[in-house]
């Protein structure tokens, strides 16, 4: 009897020892990666307290009873068990995966066999699975606490870079634009500008960042700033490409990005669009006697040697039509049901342009449209930038 008393009066103590340590342990800073060393620990003081039972299992289950993870301690075998103990807590209703199961299962062997000392162990169980459960809940609010920051940060982002995205339609003498952004996360690594150099020049870009997210998108920012510091004293393309290239490049090989870039200048004076390429899609051009894809000579992209240079083309707009500059994105669009190819876009938006109705605007609308509801209803795999530039020839100019 007095055997039995000291047993209980040491496990009474050890019981408010672990009560002790728990308060101690919620004060740590856990999260799924640090979680299961941070569980091994706590079985390991666990199991030493309660006088070392035979054996100590305890297991990550699902609702269906598969398991993620388990921690054994002891001998499973033992010759000396008076009795098994399997206890289980409900972690959430709502989530199933091995980072947070549905149950944490306790499966034990011991040797204790006197009631008083088996309700006691009892409770040293139940105090174990509370402090795993918490430790899994804790993970859980940490890391959906984390999620919402970053969800905010983005949508901040997102409506930081798409201030950045012209909106309105530009409408110059002979040749209006207006742009199409579809970016496949929260934000993207795709950059749209246009911007009036002088009274003759208008300068035109689009470009594509290696990768998509946040990172891009903070490129897309950087090169809106390059480009305006470059067009305060150049206006031909390929100069530009070279320019941006040399200013970009430190910075683009450090965090191992590249950009693939469009650059178009229109030439009021003279009515024709001078292009240069930097590894990027050649642009569509349609009108009513040729719909083709312009084989714009191009260069490597930026940030991929630092003495890139480019070659410059010129079109002549000698009449009605329509130019679309655009990212690879675009092409992309439902690869894994129907793949689109260059011919597949020319013949669709061509038969577009020509649809009847009088108004040149009806045209612009009819293209944008129909980008918009593609974009829509094919899987999306990249962000989706379209410049479309319309123009007309200088004899309904000059009759204006």
């Known amino acids: 009897m007095n055997h039995q008393l000291v047993k209980l009066m040491e496990l009474k103590q050890n019981y408010e020892y672990l009560v002790m340590t728990s308060n101690e342990q919620s004060k740590r800073q856990v999260n799924y990666e640090s979680l299961m060393p941070f569980?091994?620990?706590?079985?390991?003081?666990?199991?030493?307290?309660?006088?070392?039972?035979?054996?100590?299992?305890?297991?990550?289950?699902?609702?269906?009873?598969?398991?993620?993870?388990?921690?054994?301690?002891?001998?499973?075998?033992?010759?000396?068990?008076?009795?098994?103990?399997?206890?289980?807590?409900?972690?959430?209703?709502?989530?199933?995966?091995?980072?947070?199961?549905?149950?944490?299962?306790?499966?034990?062997?011991?040797?204790?066999?006197?009631?008083?000392?088996?309700?006691?162990?009892?409770?040293?169980?139940?105090?174990?699975?509370?402090?795993?459960?918490?430790?899994?809940?804790?993970?859980?609010?940490?890391?959906?606490?984390?999620?919402?920051?970053?969800?905010?940060?983005?949508?901040?982002?997102?409506?930081?870079?798409?201030?950045?995205?012209?909106?309105?339609?530009?409408?110059?003498?002979?040749?209006?634009?207006?742009?199409?952004?579809?970016?496949?996360?929260?934000?993207?690594?795709?950059?749209?500008?246009?911007?009036?150099?002088?009274?003759?020049?208008?300068?035109?870009?689009?470009?594509?960042?290696?990768?998509?997210?946040?990172?891009?998108?903070?490129?897309?920012?950087?090169?809106?700033?390059?480009?305006?510091?470059?067009?305060?004293?150049?206006?031909?393309?390929?100069?530009?490409?070279?320019r941006l290239n040399q200013l970009l490049y430190a910075d683009l090989v450090k965090t191992r990005s590249y950009i693939t870039m469009l650059v178009a200048v229109y030439d009021e004076v003279e009515h024709k669009i001078r292009f240069s390429r930097a590894g990027h899609p050649q642009p569509f051009y349609l009108s009513k006697s040729n719909q083709t894809v312009l084989a714009c000579k191009g260069g490597v992209g930026l940030g991929l040697s630092p003495d890139s240079t480019y070659q410059m083309e010129e079109v002549p707009l000698e009449e009605e039509g329509m130019l679309l500059l655009y990212t690879d994105g675009l092409m992309d669009i439902g690869r894994k049901d129907m793949f689109r190819g260059s011919r597949h876009w020319l013949e669709e938006l061509t038969s577009l342009l020509h649809a009847p109705g009088d108004s040149k605007q009806e045209s612009m609308n009819r293209v944008e449209s129909y980008l918009m509801e593609i974009t829509q209803q094919r899987q999306q795999t990249d962000d989706i930038s379209v410049l479309i530039l319309q123009f007309e020839p200088e004899e309904s100019i000059a009759l204006v």
Request: net charge negative.
């Open 39 to 242: 569980i091994e620990e706590l079985v390991d003081t666990w199991f030493v307290k309660m006088d070392k039972p035979c054996f100590l299992s305890i297991s990550f289950e699902s609702a269906l009873g598969v398991v993620y993870f388990r921690i054994e301690r002891g001998n499973k075998e033992s010759t000396k068990v008076q009795r098994e103990v399997e206890e289980r807590i409900v972690v959430s209703e709502h989530c199933d995966t091995a980072q947070a199961p549905r149950y944490v299962r306790l499966f034990a062997k011991s040797n204790v066999n006197d009631r008083d000392l088996k309700e006691l162990e009892k409770s040293f169980y139940g105090l174990l699975l509370v402090n795993i459960r918490a430790l899994i809940l804790r993970c859980q609010q940490d890391q959906s606490s984390g999620q919402r920051e970053i969800e905010m940060e983005m949508k901040l982002a997102r409506r930081m870079q798409s201030m950045l995205i012209p909106t309105e339609e530009l409408q110059l003498t002979s040749l209006r634009t207006r742009t199409v952004y579809v970016p496949v996360d929260y934000v993207g690594g795709d950059y749209i500008d246009y911007r009036q150099i002088n009274d003759r020049y208008t300068c035109f870009i689009i470009a594509d960042v290696s990768g998509h997210g946040f990172l891009a998108s903070i490129w897309a920012t950087g090169i809106r700033i390059a480009v305006r510091q470059v067009l305060q004293s150049s206006y031909l393309p390929d100069e530009i490409l070279e």
